[in-house]
């Protein structure tokens, strides 16, 4: 059975810095692609980034240049570095897993969710 278990919200002040962590078990870590996803209250979850195995990212534009998406295969794990955090970003913030079927922008693309870890910045 597939988990997913996301770790390291919590409470910054605009302009600083969290790292979320999502831990996999349950299939081969390396044959899918990762996401990060969001949902603000009140808000439809909207997409955040992915990652395939081997480099390949992609970003929502509102995200890019100030968030990094990574992943350690060997500790089934993908991260979501966010630098430069702002009022806005405040979400629980989901990690997804998939075989990227579709536009991995989209829900469809990940069939196994993690419960969600909330991030809250402060202004």
């Known amino acids: 059975q597939v988990q997913l278990v996301e770790s390291g919200g919590g409470l910054v002040q605009a302009g600083g810095s969290l790292r979320l962590s999502c831990a996999a078990s349950?299939?081969?870590?390396?044959?899918?692609?990762m996401g990060w996803f969001r949902q603000a209250p009140g808000k439809e979850r909207e997409f955040v980034a992915a990652?395939?195995?081997?480099?390949?990212?992609t970003y929502a534009d509102s995200v890019k240049g100030r968030f990094t998406i990574s992943r350690d295969n060997a500790k089934n794990t993908v991260y979501l570095q966010m630098n430069s955090l702002k009022p806005e970003d405040t979400a629980v913030y989901y990690c997804?897993?998939?075989?990227?079927?579709?536009?991995?922008?989209?829900?469809?693309?990940?069939?196994?969710w993690g419960q969600g870890t909330q991030v809250t910045v402060s202004s």
């Open positions: 997804a897993q998939g075989d990227g079927t579709g536009s991995l922008r989209y829900r469809g693309a990940y069939d196994y």
């Open positions: 349950g299939r081969t870590f390396s044959r899918y692609v």
């Open positions: 990652a395939w195995s081997g480099g390949i990212t």
